[in-house]
């Protein structure tokens, strides 16, 4: 079980090469579980028992399950959909020398430049298509390999292996084609998105790693994937709401289980569909209009981005105490500043929870000498003040075109996102949590 998990994470992946078909795979999923689809321009009318999603930006999405019976609290878990990446820019094509085809990007995020180079890559997203006088959104997936960014060879560049600062708009563009590829972008992505290059009038479209996600190891313990931060969190916290709320025995009954993903944290998440927008807000209002005060107040949220595992080459980068390694359960991130949410209660409140379904956890935080990260809850916060648990599972290489995490840690990071959805938290006038299985 464990490793088919593992491997259908990886499908998913595999079909998931823009933070905008990460969600329509969602929407997918949601679909044939019985959810029903709202749309933030029209009107609700939710019903006990129900089950929807609404999707904002096309690339962020809140699912929620609300109860049979009277519920007083909102359960979330939270996620982002994107990933460090290289996007198209406006007029893409550049002639070098009279002998390439380039395509112009620009970097998304804060990526590790030299694992994106010397590897097959494609492009994915979005284009808005002129139909008539509408504009109609298309995802575009072109699946094969079509683009290389290559080194200069060593010859060329005999320090390269003592370090070298790469220039984003010289050695970091991709060869598209030779001479004969100029005027082909257009056609192509226009071919793609069944329709002609002149009714195409915008696109959102990225780079991405074609190399296909493996299980590797000794044992087989380990898994490499392009996008496991934070793919790996927002997987399986839609899994997690799926599986709980259509459990037969064992589902929340008191609490509407919310299920958030969010694009653009990687680059500060202030849009209008990142988590510093009021999407989640927006919806906790009109799930409950009246009381939704209240049940914030009473509510609880995990906030899940994958974190460091020690490095085997890098010892010295970990802290001295805590030190999270990957297979070895799901890591509670720390921060005495704020840039992980998590607090004494919030720790101890899901600790309770993993120890009641024996899951291990682990404990992250920066060297005090090492600046951080930071995440979804802090951002959250500003919008909807849940006690709030940053978590994420132990992993290598983030912000590479292809990282490394644990095998065991999926399945750990699912079991433990279910056993929130199915534990009911219960908030007294003293603010003291108690776990109600």
């Known amino acids: 079980m464990i490793k088919q998990r593992a491997e259908e994470f990886l499908d998913f992946v595999k079909n998931s090469p823009s933070c ?6 969602f929407r997918n999923m949601l679909n044939a579980a019985g959810y029903a689809e709202l749309r933030e321009e029209c009107s609700w009318k939710l019903e006990k028992g129900g089950k929807y999603y609404c999707i904002r930006g096309g690339s962020s999405i809140i699912a929620f399950a609300v109860p049979k019976e009277e519920y007083t609290n909102f359960q979330v878990i939270a996620a982002h959909s994107d990933a460090p990446v290289f996007k198209i820019k406006e ?6 020398d009279g002998h390439y085809v380039e395509l112009n990007v620009e970097k998304y995020g804060g990526m590790i430049y030299s694992t994106w180079l010397d590897r097959p890559l494609s492009l994915a997203g979005r284009v808005i298509v002129k139909n008539k006088d509408t504009f109609e959104s298309r995802l575009i997936n072109i699946d094969r390999d079509l683009l290389v960014i290559p080194n200069a060879a060593i010859h060329m560049n005999r320090d390269i292996n003592d370090g070298y600062k790469y220039n984003a708009q010289k050695d970091m563009v991709p060869i598209f084609g030779g001479a004969g590829a100029g005027n082909m972008f257009n056609k192509l992505v226009a071919k793609e998105a069944c329709t002609d290059a002149c009714q195409i009038y915008g696109m959102d479209l990225y780079l991405y790693n074609r190399t296909k996600g493996s299980i590797w190891g000794a044992c087989e313990e380990f898994i490499s994937s392009p996008k496991i931060d934070d793919l790996e969190c927002a997987y399986t916290a839609m899994k997690a709401l799926l599986q709980a709320a259509d459990a037969d025995s064992g589902i929340n009954k008191s609490s509407v289980l919310i299920c958030a993903v969010f694009d653009n944290e990687e680059v500060g998440s202030q ?7 009021t ?16 049940k914030i107040a009473k509510g609880f949220m995990l906030s899940a981005d994958n974190g460091h595992a020690v490095h085997p080459h890098h010892l010295d980068k970990a802290d001295p105490t805590n030190r999270p390694y990957m297979n070895e359960g799901v890591v509670i991130k720390y921060n005495a500043n704020q840039k992980y949410t998590t607090d004494a209660l919030s720790a101890a409140v899901f600790k309770g929870i993993c120890e009641n379904a024996d899951i291990p956890v ?23 003040s849940f006690d709030t648990v940053d978590i994420g599972a132990a992993q290598l290489a983030m912000h590479s075109a292809y990282e490394t995490a644990g095998v065991k840690d999926l399945t750990y990071m699912l079991e433990a996102m279910k056993a929130f959805y199915n534990t009911h938290l219960e908030k007294d006038e003293r603010g003291f949590v108690s776990i109600v299985n």
């Open 20 to 25: 905008y078909h990460v969600i329509d795979n």
């Open 91 to 96: 007029n893409p094509e550049i002639l070098t």
């Open 271 to 277: 849009t209008k569909q990142g988590a510093a927008s």
């Open 279 to 294: 999407f989640l807000y927006d919806v906790l209002t009109r799930i409950d209009e009246k009381n939704y005060r209240q």
């Open 362 to 384: 682990q404990s992250y935080v920066n060297r005090s000498d090492i600046a951080g990260g930071s995440t979804l809850g802090n951002i959250l916060s500003s919008q909807v």
